[in-house]
Every structure is written in C-alpha cells, then in structure tokens.
C-alpha cells in the first residue's frame, strides 16, 4: 500500500521542499525553552499530529523531530547527547539520506558528551539541510559549507537515521 502522497520524500528538495510543507512547518519561531523534555505547558505532548506543540515555537530538534513525524518516522524526545548516544531508535550512518538526522556543533567540549548542545537538522538532499536556529528564527535550508562557516556548527558529527515507523493513522 503506498504512503499518503503528504507523507512521501519532499522532491525537489532545498527551498521548494520547505515551501511544500505544510504552513505551520515553514513558520515555526525559534525557542530554546521549547525542547525535548520540556514539560507543560512549554511543551506539551504531540499526540497523534505530527505539527501538535510547534504553534508555541520549537528549538532545533523539536522541529526536526515533528518534520521527521510528518513523514511517519518515530524520535523520542531526545536531547542532542541523548539522540547521538541512542541505538534503539536511531542508528548512525555514514552517508545520510533524505529524511536523516544531521548533527552539527563547534567540537569536543570537556566534561560534556559527544553530541551535547549539537544542532540537529534534517539532510533532505545533497547539500541541504532543513533546519531551524536561533540566527534565523523561522526554518531554513543551508548547505553543509553554510553551516562549516560558524563557528558554533563547524564540525558536521554525524548522521543518525530513525529506525521507528510512526503508528499515527
């Protein structure tokens, strides 16, 4: 049976898939209060839409996991460390594919884990990144040298692919 045509791979990618998603992904604000973890009334349970609980704004894996929802994969509300540590719903890959989880930070900080504070975005294509940060303040598409040019996002960590198909009808 073939997916609903709202669920597939955004094709073409880059801008044009941000602006084939459906509104509420492409005009979502930043917060960094509005994390995974963060409790109600910042952010309270997504149940079954996959948009549920960004009208408030989202930080970088908030949306990435909702985008990841829309598209009938499963993340549990992880934080960067927690996401990049993870085997049970993700696993690293060398290579992403469209729909992967791409992981972006400034370098090994001691007495903190690999992947603590990292940026999470969505790789949709060679070259391009769907995400959301606080520079920008709505979700934007960059390049992998877009993201090399600060400092903050320097070194690309890796890519985790969700192993979890949604359950949501």
């Given at each position: 049976?073939?997916?609903?045509?709202?669920?597939?791979?955004?094709v073409?990618?880059?801008e044009?898939?941000?602006?084939?998603?459906?509104?509420?992904?492409?005009n979502?604000?930043?917060?960094?209060?509005?994390?995974?973890?963060?409790?109600?009334?910042?952010?309270?349970?997504?149940?079954?839409?996959?948009?549920?609980?960004?009208?408030?704004?989202?930080?970088?894996?908030?949306?990435?996991?909702?985008?990841?929802?829309?598209?009938?994969?499963?993340v549990?509300?992880?934080?960067?460390?927690?996401?990049?540590?993870?085997?049970l719903?993700?696993?690293?890959?060398?290579?992403?594919?469209?729909?992967d989880?791409?992981?972006?930070?400034?370098?090994?900080?001691?007495?903190?884990?690999?992947?603590?504070?990292?940026?999470?975005?969505?790789?949709?294509?060679?070259?391009?990144?769907?995400?959301?940060?606080?520079?920008?303040?709505?979700?934007?598409?960059?390049?992998?040298?877009?993201?090399?040019?600060?400092?903050?996002?320097?070194?690309?960590?890796g890519?985790?692919?969700?192993?979890?198909?949604?359950?949501?009808?």
């Amino acid at each position: 049976m073939a997916s609903p045509s709202y669920r597939q791979i955004p094709v073409p990618c880059g801008e044009e898939a941000l602006a084939r998603l459906p509104e509420v992904f492409r005009n979502v604000s930043y917060s960094v209060a509005r994390h995974p973890g963060a409790g109600a009334p910042e952010c309270p349970s997504p149940g079954g839409d996959p948009a549920a609980g960004l009208a408030g704004g989202a930080n970088c894996q908030r949306y990435a996991y909702a985008v990841l929802r829309h598209f009938g994969l499963v993340v549990p509300p992880l934080r960067s460390a927690e996401l990049w540590a993870d085997e049970l719903a993700t696993v690293r890959v060398e290579r992403p594919r469209p729909l992967d989880l791409v992981l972006f930070d400034g370098g090994p900080v001691e007495g903190r884990p690999v992947g603590y504070g990292a940026h999470v975005g969505v790789h949709l294509a060679p070259d391009q990144v769907l995400h959301l940060c606080k520079e920008v303040g709505r979700p934007a598409v960059w390049t992998y040298g877009d993201f090399a040019a600060r400092p903050r996002y320097a070194r690309f960590l890796g890519a985790k692919r969700a192993v979890v198909a949604g359950t949501e009808g």
